[in-house]
């Protein structure tokens, strides 16, 4: 089924509900004007639908594999990472000093999230490099930065991150990889890490990558741990790819889905490193790199979502199946109110995932053109709701989309599920939506909620203002989001940090329920009380609101009753 992306959407939302023009009044983002934005995201709209969505069965159909140490990659995605980097897709958001374009976060956003709908095995590539030029842009050398930057930026070259290794998942504190210093001021790293995404592929010059290791007596845990970057190929007094480095992919992982991303374990043998910032300081370099990433992934939910949801739309449109009572209806299964209950839920998810990613984005633009600590917090606290949210929401939809084409979700020939398929691991990595909803409910409210009740009195304001003209749509909002205040106040008095994790997961999709109706609000108030979006705003709001009464009773509910649950009473 073609793709089409959505670039009026995100042309609206930028005008009217996330507010780009707040962004483009700073001088850093003075020339993402409208016109630009619109011109940017029609070109690379267009390229995802002409380029990579023709590409997204051959990445499943014919995965990636290693054929005598050689990573071979699907057919076609040579041409299509040309595409993604000739047209400077990979770069939108870096430096304008090393290439880049330098334009917003938030137009990054979209861009990543129309690749992800057209191709998501290959739009992990790219992605995994926008996070690594950002961790070198804030913590490399002037020599790193001169020397890779450029080639990043171009594509030229690609990026990964290795953090995971067999022992060291999400506790990444007990990793072991070594790095001992060499007499020349670099580092020998030696160590193995599993779960690389895009650890190696056969169409870019080099693969860089970020390594966390220890030095030696380096103290055990997190504060221990160093950054270095560890290329495929050492480049030259040139800066041209030159001898191999010492390691080396020892198997790709047979996975449920993302057939067309490599993902590797790879093995450093004393290989040549560079520390990346401060000695014993790693994490907190990688985290630059994981944040950046933590707002790709839910952006990756999101896109796949939108595909899903497209593929559901086009069966529904063709497929006859049973009669309905309907006057003047399609005669196809588009009449039956449970179909129509399902494709109408994944419009609505979807449009609320899109909106709370962007206003993410938008707080990082804003925050790193004015420097307000205000901005900073707020992007930090809807960073997690963002991952989370986003790749639940394209699990869900995803799931649905099969749902919605019946027996033939189940045949693999349709490729419906092979969206359920790819997106199941993006609710994984970069940290699981356990972590991301233990961070909200705990890190996240370590300020005794501040960033939190910002956030929830603007919703309540815009809800006040809305009730004059929009009043069956307001007052829920305001309700659920005195609710949500309420529940945000529990949390931030419990001593007990287990009473918190308990019901964290529950916490995060309340406040996600009720963003996602502040910016469906927000839409059919734009649009004036009549039309489409309107009537997509009753819906999530009539529907799908309510389920933060439940999710908020399980939020405050502490831990008690989980602990008084022993190991043999949950054995069968």
Known sequence: MPYRAPVEEFNFLFSHVVKLEDVVATERFADATPDMVTAILNEAGRMCEEVLAPLQRNGDLHPAKLENGVVRTSPGFDEGYKAIAEGGWVSISASQENGGMGLPMAVTTAVNEMMSSACLSLQLNPLMTQGQIEALENHASDAIRETYLPKLISGEWSGTMNLTEAQAGSDVGALR??????????????????????????????????????????????????????????PDENGAPGKANDLKVVSLEHKMGLHGSPTAVMQYDGAQGWLIGEENDGMRCMFTMMNNARLGVGVQGIGTAEGALQHAMAYAQDRTQGKTPLENGTGTIMDHADVRRMLTTMKAETAAARAIALANAVAIDMAHAT??????????????????????????????????????????????????????????????????????AGRKLMDGGEAAYALLDEIER??????????????????????????????????????????????????????????????????????????????YIQRLLPEHTAQLAHATAGSEDLYALTPDDLVA
């Not at 220890?214 to 270095?228: A, E, H, M």
């Not at 997690?384 to 949210?389: S, V």
């Not at 939809?397 to 919605?404: H, P």
């Not at 004059?468 to 949500?484: G, K, M, Q, Y």
């Open 177 to 234: 990889t070594r790095a001992e210093p060499n007499d020349d001021g670099s580092y020998a790293i030696t160590g193995q890490k599993i779960y690389i995404s895009w650890g190696d592929n056969d169409f870019t010059e080099n693969v860089c990558h970020l390594v966390l290791a220890r030095l030696p007596d380096s103290v055990p845990g997190t504060k221990g741990i160093s950054l270095f970057l560890v290329p495929k190929y050492i």
């Open 371 to 440: 420097g307000e600590a205000d901005w900073a917090a707020r992007a930090a606290f809807l960073t997690p709701i963002t991952k989370a949210f986003g790749t639940e929401t394209g699990a869900n939809v995803s799931d649905l989309g099969i749902q919605v084409h019946g027996g033939m979700g189940y045949i693999e020939e349709t490729g419906a599920a092979q969206y359920a398929r790819d997106v199941r691991v993006t609710a994984i990595y970069e940290g699981t939506n356990g972590i991301q909803s233990m961070d909200l």
């Open 462 to 539: 815009h809800a006040e203002g809305a009730r004059a003209t929009l009043p069956d749509l307001a007052e829920p909002v305001w309700n659920a989001t005195e609710s949500l205040r309420e529940a945000t106040e529990w949390m931030v008095s419990q001593k007990n940090v287990t009473d918190r994790f308990a019901g964290s997961v529950p916490f995060l999709r309340a406040w996600a329920r009720v963003l996602g109706a502040h910016f469906h609000l927000c839409a059919a108030q734009a649009e004036g009380g009549e039309g489409k979006r309107t009537r997509l705003a009753r819906f």
